[in-house]
């Protein structure tokens, strides 16, 4: 009988990311409050499927390069280190795995850097703050010989490019996959320390409001989803926040 080893990612996925790490549709939509953790969760979703298929090749990208490395190349190698064989090029911000499969940790502010590359999937993290070409024009094209997939995901900001995404996302469900959560979905719905953190922080952030410190737009709209809420004059931003939630 041939020696097995077990590893040991420590990754412990909330509840909302059960429906990305099942989903089998090519375009997924993460619509998620601030630190709701999707970035943990969608690196984790590309590390897996680099482990499952030998010679494959992901990409993650932020807005900026200098915001990749900052936020996700530390993070990446907390949660890559315990695959005995695995390589870290900390000049190309590169993952190799022992079976031959890739992630690159990118910058959609170089656009023409990305031209060319063949990819099984990728994740455009905080997708509100990037061009619409980086998917129309470039990311369609890498994900093209193989069929890959792309997860778009971010924190609303007005009724730009993502939230195109999430309309047409909640209107197919059978070609897209569609997360939403807000801050009380996840505080209802979720455990833990961090999950207590995020409740007082949601207390402190209403007192920042109610001192005039923070604008309710940017409450609602870091917490709860709004798309109206970047929108001057736009009004009932409560009262479209809980019909999103209830699905309406």
């Not at 990311?139 to 093209?144: G, S, V, Y």
């Not at 730009?160 to 070609?175: L, P, R, T, W």
């Not at 996959?177 to 999950?195: A, F, M, P, R, W």
């Not at 953190?197 to 989803?225: C, P």
Request: overall charge positive; hydrophobic content about 40%.
């Amino acid at each position: 009988m041939a020696n097995t080893t077990e590893i040991i990612i420590p990754y412990k996925p909330r509840r909302w990311a059960r429906k990305l790490h099942d989903s089998i549709t090519r375009w997924i939509v993460l619509v998620l409050h601030r630190r709701a953790g999707k970035t943990t969760a969608a690196f984790n979703h590309l590390q897996r499927d680099a482990m499952r298929y030998r010679n494959t090749r992901y990409a993650y990208i932020a807005p900026l390069y200098k915001q990749a490395k900052r936020i996700v190349w530390a993070m990446a190698k907390e949660y890559a280190r315990t695959i005995p064989g695995v390589k870290f090029n900390e000049s190309e911000l590169l993952i190799t795995y022992p079976n031959g499969s890739e992630i690159m940790v990118l910058g959609a502010n170089e656009p023409d850097s990305l031209r060319g590359i063949a990819l099984w999937g990728a994740f455009l993290d905080e997708y509100p703050q990037m061009s619409p070409i980086i998917f129309t024009e470039i990311i369609t094209k890498c994900l093209a010989d193989h069929q890959g997939y792309c997860i778009f995901g971010g924190t609303p900001k007005g009724k730009g490019h993502f939230f195109k995404v999430y309309d047409v996302a909640s209107k197919n469900e059978d070609e897209w996959t569609l997360i939403y959560k807000n801050i009380d979905q996840s505080i209802q719905e979720e455990k833990g320390e961090v999950i207590d953190n995020l409740r007082q922080a949601l207390k402190d952030d209403k007192k920042l409001v109610k001192d005039g410190i923070m604008t309710e737009d940017e409450f609602m709209q870091e917490w709860y989803n709004s798309f109206e809420a970047a929108i001057r004059g736009a009004v009932y931003l409560k009262q479209i926040a809980q019909a999103r939630k209830d699905k309406r």
